[in-house]
């Protein structure tokens, strides 16, 4: 029902920057949140920010400071700028988006977009 187009990853240098995008199509009529999740090798997946059709944020703690969530409503679009990258950050990031319909709540994921921090 909802497809992504996720892009931005790829591989940077510890004290880099990326900016990963998703752009969400297919049957969307509200969506009430997008975010992103990442899963490093061998770890759980772990939320990193999402934000609300409404505007509001949320981060994991460690990343906030760091990382800046962003949307583009008419665009169905969600943004995440990494900035001063650890080798840490090394994960598959995962977009998601969560829709409201009929009073039920539905999450839809990307296909997730490989960062890797190394020297």
């Known amino acids: 029902q909802v497809q992504f187009e996720e892009s931005g990853g790829g591989l940077v240098q510890p004290g880099g920057s990326l900016r990963l995008s998703c752009a969400a199509s297919?049957?969307?009529?509200?969506?009430?949140?997008m975010g992103w999740y990442r899963q490093a090798p061998g770890k759980q997946r772990e939320l990193v920010a999402t934000?609300?059709?409404?505007?509001?944020?949320n981060y994991a703690n460690p990343l906030k400071g760091r990382f800046t969530i962003s949307k583009d409503n008419s665009k169905n679009t969600v943004y995440l700028q990494m900035n001063s990258l650890k080798p840490e950050d090394t994960a598959v990031y995962y977009c998601h988006a969560d829709l409201n319909r009929n009073g039920r709540n539905y999450r839809y994921w990307g296909q997730g977009t490989q960062v890797t921090v190394s020297s």
């Open positions: 297919g049957s969307i009529f509200s969506i009430s949140a």
């Open positions: 934000v609300t059709s409404g505007g509001s944020t």
